[in-house]
Nanobody, 124 residues
Framework: QVQLVESGGGLVQAGGSLRLSCAAS?????MGWFRQAPGKEREFVAA????????AYTDSVKGRFTISRDNAKNTVYLQMNSLKPEDTAVYYC????????????????????WGQGTQVTVSS
């Protein structure tokens, strides 16, 4: 069982930046970030492969968000720049617990472990 602990959320003004971190208690393979806004379903934000060499983003965050990882620290990051009010949501980290290939994973069912979520609020 792998525990995921997110940190770095908070309140920021539109145009500002935040960096989310997700520390895993054990070995993780592909990892990703999802978010859930009030009254909406959880959606994919970004994903990164085991090596970090492949990444994927939902269209609405391309050019603003960057996902990265430090395998020595079992940690994945989400750098969020030029934040918009529509980015307001609870952000969840997810990890693949079994090696299933070298690529990225964009769907919730591909992930085995989830963090508790961290709130990001962007004021206008």
């Amino acid at each position: 069982q792998v525990q995921l602990v997110e940190s770095g959320g908070g309140l920021v003004q539109a145009g500002g930046s935040l960096r989310l971190s997700c520390a895993a208690s054990g070995r993780s393979y592909a990892m990703g970030w999802f978010r859930q806004a009030p009254g909406k379903e959880r959606e994919f934000v970004a994903a990164i492969s085991l090596s970090g060499g492949s990444t994927a983003y939902t269209d609405s965050v391309k050019g603003r968000f960057t996902i990265s990882r430090d395998n020595a620290k079992n940690t994945v990051y989400l750098q969020m720049n030029s934040l918009k009010p529509e980015d307001t949501a609870v952000y969840y980290c997810a990890a693949e617990g079994t090696f299933r290939g070298l690529g990225v994973r964009g769907r919730e069912e591909n992930y085995d472990y989830w963090g508790q979520g961290t709130q990001v609020t962007v004021s206008s």
